[in-house]
């Protein structure tokens, strides 16, 4: 289903798919116009992979969630928390980046993010509420950056996207 709606996306979201192409060719700026066409199709399979898949972040049991997501170097992870190290988790801005929170949730890590609230308020309200199903608590961008400084002292680790612009008086 998930790959059926990013054809659908592919064919008839010429906005998605023109942002998807500039980002693609900033890193590969020298691909031909045929493989970049399989690229942001499969991008935008994903896309739609993942818009399924967030039914499950957004409405899922914690305990139905367990078997889904894992910890890839959660042996850092460890350490760093015996060590009582400040962590912050950097993610790419990826499709599918709502399920680090999941992950850290159910291996029963304390964490909290950042998020950009949307010019949609239903959207808005269901980002933050499924996010906060997941981590201690959510500073909004609009919050600066203090916030989550003190998050990090506290021992939460913070999920960053490094991508994410806060502006210059942040």
């Keep these: 289903v998930g790959n059926i709606i990013g054809d659908y996306l592919f064919r008839n979201n010429k906005k998605r798919r023109l942002i998807v192409e500039a980002n693609l060719r900033q890193v590969f700026p020298d691909i031909a116009a045929y493989d970049l066409a399989i690229k942001v199709q499969s991008h935008l399979r994903w896309y739609g992979r993942a818009m399924i898949a967030y039914s499950l972040f957004f409405f899922a049991s914690k305990k139905r969630l367990v078997g889904q997501v894992s910890i890839v170097g959660e042996d850092l992870l460890q350490e760093a928390k015996k060590s009582q190290q400040p962590m912050v988790l950097l993610l790419a801005h990826s499709v599918m980046?709502?399920?680090?929170?999941?992950?850290?949730?159910?291996?029963?890590?304390?964490?909290?993010?950042?998020?950009?609230?949307?010019?949609?308020?239903?959207?808005?309200?269901?980002?933050?509420?499924?996010?906060?199903?997941?981590?201690?608590?959510?500073?909004?961008?609009?919050?600066?950056?203090?916030?989550?400084?003190?998050?990090?002292?506290?021992?939460?680790?913070?999920?960053?996207?490094?991508?994410?612009?806060l502006g210059l008086d942040n």
């Design 97 to 165: 980046l709502e399920f680090a929170a999941v992950a850290l949730s159910i291996k029963d890590y304390s964490s909290f993010g950042s998020y950009k609230t949307s010019k949609n308020p239903v959207l808005d309200w269901m980002i933050a509420r499924s996010r906060c199903r997941f981590v201690d608590f959510v500073v909004s961008r609009e919050q600066g950056l203090r916030p989550l400084i003190r998050g990090i002292q506290s021992g939460h680790i913070m999920i960053f996207l490094p991508d994410e612009d």
